[in-house]
Every structure is written in C-alpha cells, then in structure tokens.
C-alpha cells in the first residue's frame, strides 16, 4: 500500500513516519512540504521516492492509495476534502476542522465519496485508554470523574520540537479535542451540560492562554479539563480516571493506579505506541473495507460539543 504524508518533516509528520516504517506492507510513496529545497532533502534522507510542495501534485497519482495529513489545523478539513475527491483514503490529524460547519462538510464528503476518512484522535489508541475502555466494556468500571491537565508552555508560536510554526495552535479546538472526545467515548454518552471559562487573550498569538472547561453526560459522568499555554513544568497531558472501581492515571501509552501503582498493558494491542495503532487502524480499514475507529463521522460529536462550548467562551 503506497501512503503519501503531508507535513511530513513536522513533529507529528515524523511520528506517522516511524510508525508507518513499523507496518508490514507499507511503502511511504511521498510526502508534501512547504519548502521544495527542504522537502527534498527531506525526503532524499529518507529514501522517499516522491517529494511535493503542494499537495494537489501528490494527489495525482494513480498509485497512491491514501494520505496522511500532519499539515497546520487550518489546513485540515479542506485538505482532507481534497483527498477524498481526488479518489483517496485520508487520515486528517487532530482536529479534522477549527469550525463545526467544515467538520459537518468533511463527513458528508466521507459519506460521498465511500472513501476511509479517519481523524487523528490518538487517546482512543494509546494502549492506556484502550485498558479503560475494555474495562468498561466488559461492565467492570465505571467513570464518576475524568480530571484532564493538558499543560504546555507556548508563549511564542513554537511545534511540540520546539520549532517556529508557520500557524497558531489552539487550546479548544485543538488540544481539548483530545479530551472531549475520549470521554465522549469512554462513557458512550454525548455531553449534556457544559461549562467553560477563558484566560486573557495573548498579545502577540491572539489566542487565550488559559481554560477551564467542566462536561457531564446523562448518566452523570464529570469531565474537569484544565489547558495551559502558560506551564512551566512537565509538558503534556495526563488524565485521571475516577471509577467507581478503583481510581487510574493515563499519561499516554502509559497507566498506573491512585497510588502509582503500574498496570501491565503489555497485552492490550500488538504495540505500546498509540499513533503506530492509530496508523494501523486506517491501514487496516483501508484493507478490511470497513469505518475505521475514529473515523470522522464517529469524531463529529466531539466537533459538535467543541461548537458548544466555543458558543459559551464567546458569551463570557
């Protein structure tokens, strides 16, 4: 299966590409940069056969079978459109959109197009999630309280590498995607009350700095989120499950009890790198014919409850 990826020489385009290199079957045909110089080298070093600026060429193709797209938020829905229009199976990186009314065009395409559409919602992958979720499934936990930090520290416009963007970062539409729609999905229930606050605008970014934002579903599950492009410390985002049978902390592919107490997650999936199973579902689907975890008409009801809130910050 010949994949092109987008936004390769990123940080999150390199972590699709050492996922992908881990897959049996899979050949990297292209990838897509800004700068043709750069991208070529790029893709020289990496024994890439095929390097594009614009991602219109890569689409061209008649053998490319589908396309990851590790490109700015901005970019992401029309990108993903494009792809599938051209005839190809897209993975879009979190979020699919940074509106609800390009969320809500994507999927229709998907539902046009019959082509795999699968957006980059890792939490549902990481191998910690996943021992949640079968927990759950099998009736043996049930969540009372989700306590979600996602700190960074981003006063200049920098990548997770510490590199200049050429595009601003979001904490709504970007970063409490992740959070919205993995408690969403562990509990199975859309959000049916919402609360939401926002710190001062920063100067330079135009973008808040600091949220707070509060979920709870029907069955009476609570989501606390907390975001911070303000952070000095530990970077990243860690969750704290609280069941009613026993209290866990996920930090990514990695869990422990309330008292810190590790979990074996060694055989809960065929690896312990959440976006290398994520990579695996959308190939997988791709073979198999099938709507992949995480697709983008799964994700919409994340996108809709992110609208929500965004409705609420704008009345603050």
């Not at 229709?108 to 927990?135: C, D, L």
């Not at 859309?190 to 579903?217: N, R, W, Y």
């Not at 303000?230 to 026993?246: A, K, L, S, V």
């Not at 994700?299 to 603050?316: F, G, S, V, Y």
């Amino acid at each position: 299966m010949k994949i092109c990826v987008a936004g390769a020489a990123g940080a999150f385009g390199m972590k699709h590409l050492d996922a992908l290199a881990k897959i049996d079957g899979i050949e990297v045909h292209s990838v897509v940069g800004r700068e043709a110089d750069a991208i070529n080298e790029f893709a020289k070093e990496r024994k890439i056969p095929h390097a594009f600026t614009d991602l219109a060429d890569a689409l061209k193709q008649p053998e490319l079978d589908g396309v990851i797209l590790a490109t700015p938020t901005q970019l992401h829905a029309s990108q993903a459109i494009q792809c599938l229009k051209a005839g190809k199976h897209v993975m879009v990186e979190i979020p699919m959109a940074d509106n609800i009314e390009d969320a809500r065009e994507l999927v229709k395409v998907q539902r046009e197009t019959g082509k795999v559409a699968m957006a980059g919602h890792t939490r549902r992958f990481n191998p910690s999630h996943q021992w949640i979720h079968n927990k759950i499934q099998k009736g043996e936990l049930k969540i009372q309280q989700m306590d979600v930090q996602t700190y960074f520290f981003r006063r200049s416009n920098k990548n997770a590498l510490g590199k200049p963007r050429s595009w601003t970062d979001h904490l709504l539409w970007h970063h409490a995607c992740h959070t919205v729609d993995l408690f969403q999905y562990q509990t199975g229930e859309e959000a049916s009350k919402l609360q939401a606050l926002e710190g001062p605008t920063h100067p330079e970014l135009g973008i808040a700095m600091d949220m707070s934002i509060g979920m709870k579903v029907p069955s009476g599950a609570l989501c606390t989120l907390s975001l911070s492009f303000n952070n000095e410390g530990p970077f990243g985002t860690f969750f704290r499950y609280i069941c009613d049978n026993g209290t866990y902390i996920a930090r990514y592919d990695d869990l422990v009890d309330g008292n810190e107490n590790p979990i074996d997650l060694s055989n809960v999936d065929v690896s312990m790198n959440g976006i290398e199973l994520q990579d695996r579902e959308f190939i997988s689907a791709i073979q198999e014919g099938r709507e992949p975890n995480a697709s983008v008409a799964q994700c919409l009801p994340a996108m809709e409850t992110l609208n929500k809130l965004e409705k609420i910050l704008e009345e603050e």
